[in-house]
């Protein structure tokens, strides 16, 4: 299984809902990611976790909440959204290994419409 | 700091035809240099990777190779098809867990 898998493909929300994204990688890896790409722009890095614990935060406003369960599971609470938060939002995961250099695998995303 | 220059898109081609896609970088060490594809609706994939200067990375008629005294990473195919129309992101890591992507060249094939 070489799969990030990720859901809901679409959501649609407004401005007051909560609403989460979830990602989901059984590869054993131990670094996972969000990403935030706009049309035409390249993927933008919000958060990462490693070893399950959160590694990066790209100051991003707190109305994006990152949650690692477990290793194999990271999902992105959302809050009191902007519609300038629209975008496509991506996981990816990757190994940790200090003596390679890995690379990511991406899930397909979760297109993101806020109202 | 670290970053990635890709030429600008978007690029047109006929089916067959030779493909470049230039990629400049600007590093304090020695990164590892990636190209990554991304499909209409999709996340990014890896098309291939290189990890030291004089490798050349190749995946699908793709290659790349990793050039130390240019500090670039161009992307060429000898004859694109239709089914390569796509987003293409040159990228360099570190460590693996810290990418830096570039801005992207979108490349449309038509029949």
């Known amino acids: 299984d070489t799969e990030v898998t990720q859901t809901p493909k679409h959501l649609v929300m407004g401005m007051t809902n909560k609403k989460s994204l979830k990602c989901e990688q059984h590869?054993?890896?131990?670094?996972m990611y969000w990403y935030k790409q706009k049309a035409k722009k390249p993927p933008e890095l919000m958060f990462v976790?490693?070893?399950?614990?959160?590694?990066i935060n790209e100051s991003v406003p707190s109305r994006f909440s990152p949650e690692c369960p477990n290793s194999s599971l990271l999902n992105l609470h959302l809050h009191a959204l902007q519609p300038e938060d629209s975008a496509l939002y991506l996981c990816?995961?990757?190994?940790?290994?200090?003596?390679?250099?890995?690379?990511?695998?991406f899930g397909s995303g979760t297109q993101l419409s806020v109202l | 700091g670290d970053s990635v220059t890709q030429m600008e898109g978007p690029v047109t081609l006929s089916e067959e035809a030779f493909l470049t896609i230039n990629c400049t970088y600007t590093?304090?060490?020695?990164?590892?240099l990636f190209w990554y594809v991304q499909y209409p609706g999709e996340g990014l994939q890896l098309l291939l990777k290189?990890?030291?200067?004089?490798d050349k990375g190749s995946n699908k008629g793709f290659e790349a190779t990793y050039r130390k005294e240019t500090t670039s990473f161009h992307l060429e195919k000898g004859s694109v098809q239709v089914s390569d129309s796509a987003v293409y992101f040159c990228?360099?890591?570190?460590?693996?867990?810290?990418?830096?992507f570039g801005t992207g060249t979108s490349l449309t094939v038509i029949p």
């Open positions: 990228a360099l890591s570190y460590t693996g867990n810290q990418f830096y």
């Open positions: 976790y490693s070893y399950e614990k959160l590694s």
């Open positions: 990816a995961s990757s190994q940790l290994d200090p003596t390679t250099n890995e690379k990511l695998f």
């Open positions: 290189a990890t030291k200067a004089d």
């Open positions: 590093a304090t060490g020695y990164p590892s």
């Open positions: 590869m054993g890896h131990r670094a």
